[in-house]
């Protein structure tokens, strides 16, 4: 009895803990600025999650909710590409393959 309990307290606190990480995203998310001049890119994390059809694992695709850069660092280690070009890679090939922006000015504004 008292083993359930215990497991029921512990299925809450997982299901808080899971639901408030995803809550904790900003709707929008400002990407750091790498490499040119242009304003920073604004990337509507929540749009793309819950209208445009993608999936978390189509971006997070490690499985692990976690900043690009926690893996992708700023020069390339071994297989892992370095940043910019994985944020460039994952966003372009995708909209190639959808309907989303390939026109530089439609990520890159000068002025957002
Ligand atoms: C179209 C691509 C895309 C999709 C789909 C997507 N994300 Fe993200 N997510 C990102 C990007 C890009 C960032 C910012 C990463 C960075 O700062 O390097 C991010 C950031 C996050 C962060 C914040 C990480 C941190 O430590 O600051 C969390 C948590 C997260 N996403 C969870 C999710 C979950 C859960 C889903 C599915 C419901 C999802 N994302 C779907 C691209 C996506
Ligand atoms: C937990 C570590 C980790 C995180 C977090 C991570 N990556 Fe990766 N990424 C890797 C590794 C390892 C590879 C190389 C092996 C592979 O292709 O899976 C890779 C490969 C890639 C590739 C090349 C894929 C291909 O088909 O050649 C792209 C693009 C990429 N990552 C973009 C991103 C973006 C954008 C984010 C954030 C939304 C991200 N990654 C988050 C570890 C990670
Ligand atoms: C897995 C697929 C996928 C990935 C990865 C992806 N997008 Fe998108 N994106 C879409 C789709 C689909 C649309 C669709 C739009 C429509 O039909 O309106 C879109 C629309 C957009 C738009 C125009 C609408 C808006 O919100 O202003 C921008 C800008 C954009 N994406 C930026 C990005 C950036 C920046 C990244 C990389 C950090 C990214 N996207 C990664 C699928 C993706
Ligand atoms: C789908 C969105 C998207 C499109 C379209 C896009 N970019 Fe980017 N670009 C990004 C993101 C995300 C980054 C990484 C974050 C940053 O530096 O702002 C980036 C980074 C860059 C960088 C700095 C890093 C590097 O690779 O040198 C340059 C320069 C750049 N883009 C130029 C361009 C040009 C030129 C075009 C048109 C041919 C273009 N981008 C189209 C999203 C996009």
Do not use: W
Request: hydrophobic share 30%; with cysteine.
């Amino acid at each position: 009895m008292k083993n359930i309990k215990v497991k029921i307290l512990m299925l809450f606190a997982l299901t808080f803990i899971v639901s408030s990480q995803l809550l904790s995203v900003e709707d929008i998310i400002l990407l750091p600025r790498l490499g040119h001049r242009k304003g920073q890119i604004k990337f509507n994390h929540k749009s793309h999650t819950q209208d445009f059809g993608t999936k978390c694992i189509d971006c997070h695709h490690s499985g692990e909710n976690k900043k690009c850069s926690t893996c992708h660092l700023q020069k390339d280690q071994g297989e892992i590409m370095k940043l910019r070009d994985a944020y460039h890679q994952q966003c372009r090939s995708c909209h190639k393959k959808t309907s989303g922006p390939v026109a530089c000015g439609k990520c890159h504004k000068i002025y957002q």
